[in-house]
């Protein structure tokens, strides 16, 4: 893969240039045509939302792009996003990531720098950072790029799913079990964890100093199996399956408790060396929202990298239904044989 990073961006305003340049500066770059197929390249995405949230230009040439059958294939990415009111960066972040990872691009762990009006997303970083606002934007800009630039070494060595599945009804579950028995059968073997329903209480926002107290000692307030054995788990494991049904259109109540107890965790360590993938189903349409929230909650928010094309997702609206769909089982073979290829080749 070339170092010098490609930067994609459509007219772009002198303020959102000025922060690209400081991010940039002395970084090896060029600039994209528009025209080239991208390989094996590191990409940096620069988005300017208009009033309804949306950068048109660069939705359309992704769009006219993937229609052409190009694919992002070997290429790892990061997002500047821009907004003119304190709304719309990261649903946008979210849209872009999703279609370009579809097509092979990965996305190192906090992959976003979102401006949004006045730099209010800011205000919590001069708490630790004696700067203005508008400084502390150029560095993050800065640091996304820097970490964009590096080499990611990423292990394969420890996996684990986590679920909160019925095993004898489960449309996702057993989807994942078709990814399973194929990982298997590369000599990959995940470890796999059920959340039972009331064995994970929600987070409940502890203030931050008790937070990172229990963090130090390996621990969390409410405790529970969240602590003797999800976190561990979470912990020493390189790759981390989501098995998500869609529960109107979001993750699980259980799921969902889990990843908003991993900030106790996320204290105390990076997650930008662990990545994960997510099986989704759906009884009727939406999975690709409970894609988005994932990209969002793991990728954009905590920090785990996100490897090429990490989800399948079907639609199945009755038990284990999923396993009379056509082709799912060489759909979970294909998964299964992106999963292992990615692992062996990094």
Not at 18 to 43: C, D, M
Not at 173 to 185: D, F, M, N, T
Not at 263 to 281: D, E
Request: with cysteine.
């Amino acid at each position: 893969m070339q170092n010098k990073i490609v930067v994609i961006h459509f007219n772009i305003s002198d303020r959102l240039r000025a922060h690209l340049n400081y991010g940039l500066e002395s970084i090896p770059f060029e600039i994209y045509t528009g025209k080239e197929t991208l390989h094996q390249r590191k990409v940096l995405i620069v988005c300017e939302l208009n009033h309804l949230g949306y950068d048109m230009q660069l939705l359309q040439w992704l769009s006219e792009y993937i229609k052409k059958g190009n694919t992002f294939e070997g290429c790892t990415g990061a997002v500047i996003v821009k907004s003119d009111s304190e709304l719309y960066t990261k649903s946008f972040a979210q849209d872009v990531i999703l279609h370009c990872n579809a097509n092979g691009m990965a996305f190192i762990g906090h992959s976003v720098v979102e401006i949004v009006s006045d730099y209010q997303n800011f205000i919590t970083w001069k708490k630790i950072e004696s700067l203005e606002l508008e400084d502390i934007c150029n560095k993050q800009c800065r640091h996304l790029i820097e970490r964009l630039r590096d080499e990611i070494h990423l292990s394969c060595e420890h996996m684990l799913a986590l679920h909160a599945s019925s095993y004898k009804t489960s449309n996702t579950l057993g989807l994942w079990h078709l990814v399973k028995e194929r990982l298997i059968e590369s000599g990959l073997n995940p470890e796999e964890i059920h959340i039972e329903n009331g064995t994970v209480v929600d987070c409940k926002g502890c203030k931050f100093q008790t937070c990172m107290y229990f963090g130090e000692h390996h621990s969390c307030f409410y405790g529970g199996v969240m602590v003797e054995e999800v976190l561990p788990a979470i912990e020493k494991s390189d790759v981390i399956f989501w098995v998500c049904p869609n529960y109107n259109d979001t993750v699980s109540a259980n799921l969902l408790a889990v990843i908003n107890r991993l900030t106790v965790l996320y204290r105390q360590m990076s997650f930008h060396n662990k990545h994960f993938y997510a099986v989704i189903v759906s009884g009727n349409s939406g999975s690709d929202s409970v894609a988005k929230q994932l990209i969002g909650a793991l990728n954009i928010n905590k920090g785990f990298f996100l490897p090429p094309q990490f989800t399948i997702m079907a639609i199945a609206n009755e038990p284990l239904k999923v396993l009379e769909l056509k082709d799912i089982r060489k759909r979970a073979e294909d998964m299964a044989k992106k999963i292992s290829s990615f692992c062996h080749n990094n």
